[in-house]
């Protein structure tokens, strides 16, 4: 390391090696390659309903087909929205941000999730945030629920109010190896609001949509208490198997 760069580490303490690639500089978290690379605009095809992606170049003939599973059974939220895929750079992130404890990317990352936000003509006029709860059990273990700490940030930036109040009532069995509609009985009922909600059109926050299941059960807690509209904001959306494809 050169003295100057000694120096000029010294003076702006701040700026740290990115967390991702570990080389470019950063002010925060991230250096600005792999902000770049994690909000790369591709042309993955996805259902315009849950958002999820097919890894297939759409055309603009396939580029609003709503996947298979949303045709049986629509969810209760209206659509769901995401920086984009979960593979990559994005999933990297979002894997330090979760479980390596790394809540300084929830900066880089609320910024990202506002400027999506303010990019969608259907969210202009969102009343309220409101975060996917964790299980307690999970809540001590990661010491942070990330989702809260995404709308807490989107909140601050676009001087949106954030509620606490949906809460989970019951703890599931982990939901990562089971289908759709097998999340959708695991889920059934696990959550509940604390206080009334006031807010017609809401948005629910969360890191990453699955299968669309929880977001889906929390959607219709929301609307059976009053909420006109719910929509949803993810860092990530999940990749459809081959069979979901309707092309
Ligand atoms: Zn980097
Ligand atoms: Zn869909």
Redesign the pocket.
């Known amino acids: 390391m050169k003295i100057l760069d000694k120096i000029s580490g010294f003076l702006f303490p701040l700026q740290n090696s990115c967390l991702l690639c570990k080389k470019g500089a950063s002010y925060g978290s991230l250096c600005p390659k792999c902000r770049d690379e994690i909000i790369t605009r591709h042309d993955f095809t996805f ?1 315009p ?2 958002g ?1 992606y097919q890894l297939e170049v759409s055309s603009a003939k396939q580029k609003h087909n ?2 298979q ?2 045709r049986e059974t629509t969810p209760r939220f209206l659509a769901a929205k995401s920086l984009g895929p979960f593979r990559g750079a994005l999933k990297e992130a979002i894997y330090i941000y979760k479980y390596k404890g790394h809540r300084s990317l929830s900066i880089v990352f609320g910024q990202l999730l506002a400027e999506l936000l303010l990019d969608e003509p259907g969210l202009a006029d969102t009343d309220l945030l409101v975060p996917v709860p964790l299980s307690q059990e999970k809540a001590v273990t990661r010491g942070f629920n990330q989702s809260e700490l995404l709308a807490v940030k989107i909140g601050k930036i676009l001087n949106l109010p954030v509620s606490n109040d949906l809460v989970r009532v019951r703890n599931t069995p982990s939901q990562s190896k089971l289908a759709r509609k097998a999340r959708m009985d695991n889920i059934k009922g696990a959550f509940a609001l604390s206080n009334k909600i006031s807010g017609g059109n809401v948005v629910l926050i969360d890191d990453i949509l699955t299968t ?1 299941a929880t977001a889906g059960e929390c959607a219709g807690v929301l609307l059976q208490a009053g909420v006109q509209k719910v929509t949803v904001l993810t860092l990530a959306s999940g990749i459809q198997e081959k069979d979901n494809y309707l092309f």
Request: charged share 20%; net charge neutral; with cysteine.
């Open positions: 259902c309903v849950c999820r709503v996947c599973e949303c669309g």
